[in-house]
T-cell receptor
Framework: DTGVSQNPRHKITKRGQNVTFRCDPISEHNRLYWYRQTLGQGPEFLTYFQNEAQLEKSRLLSDRFSAERPKGSFSTLEIQRTEQGDSAMYLC????????????FGPGTRLTVL | GQQVMQIPQYQHVQEGEDFTTYCNSSTTLSNIQWYKQRPGGHPVFLIQLVKSGEVKKQKRLTFQFGEAKKNSSLHITATQTTDVGTYFCAGDTNAGKSTFGDGTTLTVKP
């Protein structure tokens, strides 16, 4: 399967702990996006990368959130000092190049903060 | 900031009936995409509209982009049980990100 993959698929953590998620985009896709989705809502944009450059971050992304894409391939999203409000599905998507290219979503990582 | 609104939030139909969901943006869009998300699944791309007034069809699905590029619709003719799921629109400005609506959840009674 050469689609977008995300690990882990599920993460349960205690409030205050740090968590890190990984996204592997479709090979040769230059753009990589992170979204957050809660029940009954659409995906909410967090940030995106063009190759290794992080081009935009949502104002929703507090200082506790950081994303990297060091070699322009896989990406990680870290949440420090998790809060119960961080519980959500974290989705990664990739696209080939330009803004008009189709975004292909991964299966997501479901985070539960106790 | 940019807002994308979808109506209705929920739609229950009898199998064979038609279904339409509407998407409205607070700002002019460069393009709009439609996605389908099955329960427990992730969004799956359906189509992208770019031109003002564009209409595209995929079998029983018809997608329209408004003349002002601020609204769009998805119409399904003769719904089937396989059409169940949540349909999202996502609007792009030229700012490099997509803003999703909150979706319309379709249930189909056989």
């Amino acid at each position: 399967d050469t689609g977008v993959s995300q690990n882990p698929r599920h993460k349960i953590t205690k409030r205050g702990q740090n968590v890190t998620f990984r996204c592997d985009p479709i090979s040769e896709h230059n753009r990589l996006y992170w979204y957050r989705q809660t029940l009954g809502q659409g995906p909410e944009f967090l940030t995106y990368f063009q190759n290794e450059a992080q081009l935009e971050k949502s104002r929703l992304l507090s200082d506790r959130f950081s994303a990297e894409r060091p070699k322009g391939s896989f990406s990680t999203l870290e949440i420090q000092r998790t809060e119960q409000g961080d519980s959500a599905m974290y989705l990664c998507a990739s696209s080939q190049d330009s803004l008009t290219d189709t975004q292909y979503f991964g299966p997501g990582t479901r985070l539960t903060v106790l | 900031g940019q807002q994308v609104m979808q109506i209705p939030q929920y739609q229950h139909v009898q199998e064979g009936e038609d279904f339409t969901t509407y998407c409205n943006s607070s700002t002019t869009l460069s393009n709009i995409q439609w996605y389908k998300q099955r329960p427990g699944g992730h969004p799956v791309f359906l189509i992208q509209l770019v031109k003002s007034g564009e209409v595209k069809k995929q079998k029983r699905l018809t997608f329209q982009f408004g003349e002002a590029k601020k609204n769009s619709s998805l119409h399904i003719t003769a719904t089937q049980t396989t059409d169940v799921g949540t349909y999202f629109c996502a609007g792009d400005t030229n700012a490099g990100k997509s803003t999703f609506g909150d979706g319309t959840t379709l249930t189909v009674k056989p």
